[in-house]
């Protein structure tokens, strides 16, 4: 018998009433679920997931195999209704003691519906979230059964289909990489980009930019003959600067007048950030593709300035480039293989239901954070910015940048509240608020000023998307 003191109460009651016999797995809190089914070669189909549905009569809980992708139809067959899925501030009053981002397929103990997939087999384990972070459950198929006996089952589920095969469009751009073919979930994506990474070149700008910003005093003299030789990003400098969101209106439409405004750290940011997303554009759409990249880092960084006006100013450059940064690591994927990054779209319009990054690990057996960071690692960029990279989703980081992570972490889950970005959870614990020395009125009032702005950065994400830089 586990421990049920490491469980939520309710479900420690439950398992205790029904002598459910299960095992505990005990993990590092920053990794998920199926990072750590793969570390400890659990297959996915005995991994259950669970997702919140609702409808005009209320919700509705599904579980069904990792391998595996949520059909409503399937659902709207087997119950006769129409469902759709759940915000998770929607549901998360229905699960008082429980982390709602680790639930644990038990909803009808708490009072609600919950169907289970017939794709869960009679025999063999089965491993489940708990309700507790940094822990799985883990039982034979009878204890399975048992623990679910006030559940409803049914087909509710379809194949998560990936390709046998991701053809290398790398080649195509003379990387490198010669005829290496990466298979989906066998390990090989990390090799490949391995090999590309000598060809990828940080751009000049973006070197004499950083260059420069590590010298002790920078005027806008240093900075002017830089930023006049990429049109495109001076441009975007001079509407930054004539908005009041970023300290503007400029007193004239110059770009002297812009740096004057923006102040050098920020144009520094911002200005090296562009001009390396610009140089690795994706040559595919999407929902990963340029514009949703382009609105993502605008919003973001728009957040960011408002979330960190207080840290020092020699500071707030890591704030912008880390800002733009952080999800760069989609633009590399669509830059290095448009038929890999054409497919991750598709899962990701297909299959609603899941993790973007857990449909990353699924077809590339690694996620954009760290094909993102090991590039930035292999250019020497700023130490800070790396690490925002590839921690950006971890709110359990600590180290010396957990400050930059945690800002960022903060403004992405901000902007999912209104459909904005890829973060995985909504909620912000209260030690990331006590770090930002905010309360959540705070942010909110945060949040009204950069959707005060919506049309002004709609409209800055739009010119860099259709920006062409050479």
Known sequence: MGLESNLPQVLAAYLTGNQVRFEII??????????VARQRGIALNKLAKTIMLRDRHGFVMAVYPADRSISLEKIR?????DMDYA????????????????????????????LVDAAFALEGDIYLETGVRASLMHLDRGEFHKLITGAVLG????????????AGGAKRRGLGLGTVVAEANGGKLRQRFEQALPDLTLPVVTQRLLAIIAQQQVSIDDLIPILSEVPDIASVLMQMAQSPLFGGPAPEPTLRAAVATLGVETTI?????????????????GAAGHMGFWRQAIYCTATLHLLTRQWPSQ????????????????????????????????????????????????????????????????????ESVTVAICEHHNEFYQGRHQKLVHAILI?????KRYGIGDARRLLIPEHL?????????????????????????DDLARHLAMAEIT
């Open 433 to 457: 608020l006590d770090n930002m020395a905010m309360d959540l009125p705070d942010m909110n009032r945060v949040m009204d000023q950069v959707l005060d702005h919506c049309r002004f950065l």
């Open 26 to 35: 005990s993990h590092p809190q920053g990794e998920s679920a199926l990072q």
């Open 269 to 285: 940011g911002c200005a090296a950030g562009f001009n390396l997303n610009l140089m690795y554009r994706p040559q595919s759409g």
């Open 315 to 382: 500071d707030r450059w890591q704030v912008y480039l880390g800002g733009l940064l952080h999800n760069f690591g989609y633009l590399l994927l669509g830059y290095l293989d448009v038929t890999c990054f054409q497919q991750l779209n598709r899962l990701v319009l297909q299959a609603p239901d899941r993790d973007v990054h857990e449909i990353e690990s699924l077809l590339l057996g690694e996620s954009h954070c760290q094909l993102g960071a090991r590039l930035t690692q292999v250019w020497d960029l700023p």
């Open 77 to 81: 067959t087997l119950t006769g209704r």
């Open 155 to 166: 087909a509710i589920s379809e194949s998560l289909v990936t390709p046998p095969k991701i």
């Open 87 to 114: 915000a998770q501030v929607e549901y998360a009053p229905l699960f008082h003691e429980i982390d709602v981002a680790v639930l644990p397929p038990v909803g009808f103990i708490y009072g609600v519906d919950t």
């Open 411 to 415: 403004a992405n889950r901000l902007l």
